[in-house]
């Protein structure tokens, strides 16, 4: 429970209505009830606030006399609610110290937390009040930021470095080999030893099962604040600029270089040896096969339809380069008919 | 063993021939021998049915005079096969009990097996007959239904509900936080707490790898009898109705609902804040970008061709607007020809 | 640090220059320095050698001219850059011996390494120098040849076969069960058990977080010297030919047969029951769903646009049926009227 002068207090804002009242949870503005505080995150919506039941709503200060309930006026109205909903929801954080059922050859912190199954290889270095979840693995010299925490079976690999306040999601895997191989005539392949680590920077999220490799002669490089979704897959020796945001299930090819504050759609992937400039935003489901110089939109995808529609439209795909060569047949016709007359 | 008439015993269906005959397997007619089982599910393999050296054979109403082997009738030979594999394959299950190395804060039924390496969490719920498998992970409060099975290193996060007689293969995450941020103007993103659930009905099979993540206010919710293959991605708020099939690296984006007995084909990938209603059939690899609001087959993929090809007709795929402009142009041309004729 | 002598006499090569000259590492030509061993590989970068500050150089016999660094002259530097580079980063192994806090129902050969947190389940077989990583689970009678490597996390389910000098990196699952189920008249699902085994031969290696599905009734099969990358689904009975390498989020459904030395880009997707035949090339993004009988390189993918082009371009997709309806009829009426002139 907090009072709203507690909020605005706290998280700033401009408070109009009783400092007073207090709100026990955020809700969306039609599942709000008494005792909630919604939003208004969307213009869009503004229908639903005439009807909304919260006790209190956030706004933006075009919406600031739209309403009469208590409000916080505050120019973000969706980042506000979710620096409210962090303070409703605390993380809920195991205890310090390393539980009897852990294997730990480095040294720890007295802050930091080591779950049942875990194990810590040596020389590993584990920052202040950092949380290892139950079954990780922390290979051998890999460094781990303060306040950065891991969930249940988590793995990195040797030398790999994490940095502050990031959050790994389990069964993500870091640091596994990059997919390198050169090829005998007689088609097998010799592996190329994968002697580059992963570097993380701080504040980055990492979805569940999530994997990133490590490079083969350089690193792999996660930026500062990005974002990863569950079941990605980066490959060797990628790069990914500060506060990108991944979006579950991409794949990113080997040595592509991907630039800041760039938003990549759900199963888009992107293809080896790329560049995509800051700012580009992929649509989900895209394949990249080309480097991006300029920052906006890019999509590549196909609309679905009922099958029978597909089957007849989808026949032709096969024969386009034909089709095009009547449409140009027809217009010789006539343009010679034309010069005919 | 078993006898062909304990089979028809337990299972039902007519029995024609010998019903002390016994089979020890159940095998395709192609690859059936001396004490073999095999089953006609589909009237284009009729032809093999001659030629079969199966023991006895599973038959449909209409096949039961085709051939002259012992044979049981049903309505659906290919779901009898399934329950006489089952009674051929019975699950090996583990020894109840929790093994010494697993370390278990909650309540375990003495029919519940708990393996080494597992870790259960105060507050979780374990019922009857449950078996965890070694290295799992069990969150704080978590309920686990009867007769449910967990492979080796499942991981559930708190406060999540499985139900009864699921199995869930190795891997799996369930209830990781959903990908949810808020965008500050310099590009920087909030966490929004994830503080739903995810809520499990009964007989639900989850394959291996697969994640399914918790709800950002509300829960994410997968119906009963659900079968899920390998390497799904399941976002927040997704609602899955009841025995739904979706198969291998399907991705579901947030807050999409899909309807009862759906089939979802591999590859497949939805986005999100969709609504699909019963029955829809999604080929596979295609990319679902609109609500559905009527059953059927759906599809959206393009024809795999020799890259040459490929190359020469899909460069009009860029160009299809200019194209179409010029077939315009001519059925101008013509027109007006026409007329002045 | 080699000699280059040294290096000729262990890998082959002819020696051009200062054999007693020492390097430490290998590069690339554009980041080789003093004491590095660089290597040309490809024609197109050959503008770079000039510039190459490497101490010495791999080069091919065409190129033995094109230098006037210390050279070693092998048929292809690629291969030969990977030798090196394995002599100069040889794997760090952990000790011998079964760790106190794992679990070993089976007998373990001496020179085998099982790590903290680690089970081995009862009929396993375990071949000499094999290597199991923390968290690792290996089911009842698995079979595990000599120098094979699992990583942390990895399991194996009952009965799978795996060759030798495997690398299994983490998270890897093998054998869980296939995605088999016989569907009732009410559209709820009869599971079919997986009763095959996963068979993988020698000198595979498998990236983190793959699934290789055990098998309906017959096994599923990874041919020798098959390279799997990360978060790639294998479903059930599929056959992968020796030498084949298939790149990272690769989905294949299952029964499907893939010839050896095939080479399938990521995130491409194989339906199920097809054939594939030796030396076949897929491209990135690809799904294919048709068998192909010849060798050759196959694409299907979408070329990416700025988004606005694609609203303008792909609208028509939907409607290439009728834009071909219009161009016969165009065609039509230009006949008529010719045959009318």
């Given at each position: 429970m907090f009072r709203l002068d507690e909020l605005v207090h706290r998280l700033g804002g401009e408070l109009i209505g009783d400092g007073a009242l207090q709100v026990a949870r955020v809700a969306t503005l039609d599942q709000a009830g008494e005792g909630d505080l919604a939003f208004?995150?969307?213009?869009?919506?503004?229908?639903?606030l005439a009807q909304c039941r919260a006790s209190a709503v956030i706004v933006a200060p075009d919406a600031r006399g739209l309403t009469a309930l208590p409000r916080i006026v505050t120019a973000d109205p969706y980042v506000y609610f979710a620096r409210v909903a962090q303070l409703f929801n605390p993380p809920v954080l195991p205890a310090a110290g390393v539980h009897p059922a852990a294997c730990v050859e480095a040294a720890v912190p007295a802050s930091a937390s080591v779950a049942a199954g875990a194990t810590i290889a040596a020389g590993a270095s584990i920052g202040e009040n950092v949380v290892i979840g139950p079954g990780c693995h922390i290979g051998r010299n890999v460094v781990i930021g303060d306040d950065t925490g891991l969930e249940a079976g988590v793995c990195i690999y040797h030398d790999c470095v994490l940095g502050a306040r990031c959050l790994v999601h389990a069964g993500v895997v870091i640091?596994?080999?990059?997919f390198g191989f050169a090829r005998e005539r007689d088609g097998s392949w010799v592996k190329i030893p994968q002697s580059g680590r992963v570097v993380i920077g701080d504040d980055v999220e990492i979805g569940a099962n999530t994997t990133i490799d490590r490079g083969a002669l350089d690193d792999t490089v996660i930026g500062d604040g990005v974002k990863l979704d569950n079941q990605i897959q980066i490959a060797h020796n990628v790069r990914i600029g500060a506060h990108t945001a991944v979006a579950g299930c991409v794949g990113i090819a080997g040595s592509t270089v991907i630039g800041a504050r760039c938003m990549i759609g759900g199963q888009a992937g992107i293809i080896g040896h790329l560049h995509i400039v800051d700012d580009v935003v992929i649509s989900a489901g895209t394949l990249v096969t080309k480097s991006i110089h300029r920052a906006g939109v890019y999509t590549a995808n196909l609309p679905v339809q009922p099958h029978a529609d597909w089957v007849r439209n989808f026949a032709h795909l096969r024969h386009l380069d034909a089709l095009t060569d009547r449409l140009r047949a027809l217009e010789q016709r006539l343009d010679k008919a034309s010069s005919a007359d």
């Open positions: 208004l995150a969307n213009r869009k919506y503004l229908a639903r640091g596994a080999d990059g």
